[in-house]
Structure formats: C-alpha cells, structure tokens
C-alpha cells in the first residue's frame, strides 16, 4: 500500500521539484540582471530602491488623498483640506452611486464593449497579421504599407467619417455602433506580425506537408505558438477599450448604453461639481482595472517588456 502511494505521488513530487526549478532559476536570473545594471556595491542598490520609494509615495499620495475625499461628507470635503474628516469617515457616496444613479449599468456596459473590441480585435489582428507573415500573395506589400501608414493617423481624424458610416447603417446610439470602429487597430496587426515573423518556418512547412490548410495552419499551429503576445495584445485592447471615452460620447445618448467614462461625465454635468461623488464614482470605475491588474499582473508586466508599449 505504501509502494503504490508513493508512486502516485511520484509525479506531483516531480511537479512540485520543477516548480521550485524554474523558481530558482527565475530568482538566480533576476539576480544576475541586478548584478549587471547595478554593480557589486551596495550604495547604488540602496540609491536607486530609495528613489523608488520616494517616486512611488508621489505616486500613491493623489490616490490616498482620491480615497479618503471619497470617505468624506461634502460639507467636510468642501471646509478645508484635512485628511481626517470632522464628521468622520462614511459610505454613503458610494451608496449613493449605486443606488441612484446608472453605474452599475454603466459598468457592465463597459465590461460587455470591452470584451467585444477585446475578441473581435485579436481575432481580426491575428487574422490579418498571420497573411503577412506567413502567406505570400499579390499586392501584400501594398496592404502591409497602408496599415503602417494608418498608425500614423490620429484616431480623432475618423471620427466624422466614422459617424457618417454609423448614420448611414442606422447604428446611433447602439452598442454596435460602439464596438464596431475601436476592432480595427493597425498597431497590432504590426506587433502580431513582428511576433509571427520569428516562428520557425519548419513548423508550419512540416503542417502544410501533412496536408493542413491554411485555415488549419493558423489555427492549430501559429496561435498556440503566439499565446504569449496574444495575451498581452488582449490585455492593452481590453484597457483600452475600457477607458475610451470620446467615440463613446459621441455615438451614445442613452443613459442606458453609455459607458462608464460617458456616465461618469454626465453626473458631473447634471449634479455640478461635487468633490465626493466625484472621488466615489472614479474610485468604482477602477476597481475592475485594479482586479484584472491584480490578477494578471505577471503576464501584464511581461507585455509591457514583450511589446515596449504602455497604457495609460
């Protein structure tokens, strides 16, 4: 009995010693980058953590002050610019927010176009990407010119003819409308190709021999092999797509599609400026960017090294 529970616990013992491994490694790799960027010394590493932790005190100090106006009443808010509240801290504009206003429509809203853009963008971007990296075929140069030369054209530029499109297919003020111009973003199809470009050519020679289409190509071998940028594409369109707030405004006007960043504009409008609801209703619209952050902050650090780009 006890020879048959240790061989089933051979392979997790395994598991868990490659784990450890790879952590090891990992630690040891992080180690020797420090050790070349920084020296031997210690005073440069004590140098560059405190500058760090100066840095990183400024940038949390908005945030703190952000989160206890929000904990305020708006009289205290208002009567001057102490930390502590004279009436002590409360939730009532937060409570307030959800229980009259739309934001919790305004939330889902956002998720549900977010997601949208997110898929049909990686879809189309893997899509075009993959003909012009790994297909021949007339007139790609040209196509692959063009898409360069989109990135260079400010998205602002489109927005009348955009419009006009919307007009024409009776697609104003619908979330179709919403989705449809944000799926078409050249600056991927520029980093899914320059991914792509690197694959080793035997594997997709040795499908192609076996008898695979190109459908089945893409499919079964190039897109498990882009997994890691596919991610960190993903990730910038779906941050994206959540804090776009200028398309959005234009092309909606009903409380009930808005997006969070449109709905938040409009209290502001409607109720004047008041400090706390302000500060509530931007700490809500963050929290689901603080979850994915949290989750998936590994693969997220990781794009960011992969592709160079950065979000705001």
């Not at 898929?119 to 993959?130: D, E, G, R």
């Amino acid at each position: 009995m006890s020879t048959a529970a240790t061989e089933l616990s051979a392979p997790a013992t395994t598991r868990i010693s490659a784990r450890a491994a790879e952590r090891a490694v990992r630690k040891e790799e992080n180690r020797i980058k420090r050790r070349l960027m920084l020296g031997d010394s210690k005073a440069p590493r004590v140098v560059v953590f405190a500058i760090l932790l100066v840095m990183s005190v400024a940038w949390l100090i908005p945030i703190l002050w952000a989160i206890d106006t929000s904990l305020k009443t708006e009289p205290d808010a208002e009567a001057s610019a102490s930390w502590i509240p004279q009436h002590g801290f409360t939730l009532s504009a937060y409570v307030d927010q959800f229980a009259n206003g739309h934001i919790g429509r305004w939330m889902l809203n956002s998720l549900g176009i977010a997601v949208a853009v997110m898929v049909v963008t990686v879809i189309i971007s893997a899509m075009a990407a993959y003909a012009f990296s790994c297909t021949r075929f007339r007139g790609r140069n040209g196509l692959f010119a063009l898409t360069i030369a989109a990135i260079m054209v400010p998205s602002q530029i489109l927005i009348v003819p955009q419009f006009q499109q919307m007009q024409t297919l009776h697609l104003v003020d619908t979330a179709a409308a919403v989705v449809f111009p944000q799926v078409v973003q050249p600056v991927m199809i520029l980093v899914l190709k320059s991914f792509m470009d690197q694959l080793p050519r035997e594997l997709l020679d040795a499908a192609r021999i076996d008898g695979a289409s190109a459908w089945r190509v893409f499919w079964s071998v190039v897109m498990p092999l882009s997994r890691s940028i596919i991610s960190a594409v993903a990730i910038f369109v779906f941050i994206g797509a959540w804090n776009n707030f200028l398309w959005p405004f234009i092309i909606t006007n009903n409380p009930s599609l808005m997006t969070l960043p449109v709905g938040l504009s409009t209290i502001k409008n409607a109720y004047g400026v008041q400090y706390v609801s302000g500060m509530a209703s931007a700490m809500i619209a963050s929290i689901p960017l603080l979850v994915i952050f949290m989750l998936f902050q590994r693969k997220i650090v990781a794009s960011v090294a992969m592709t160079g780009m950065a979000t705001t």
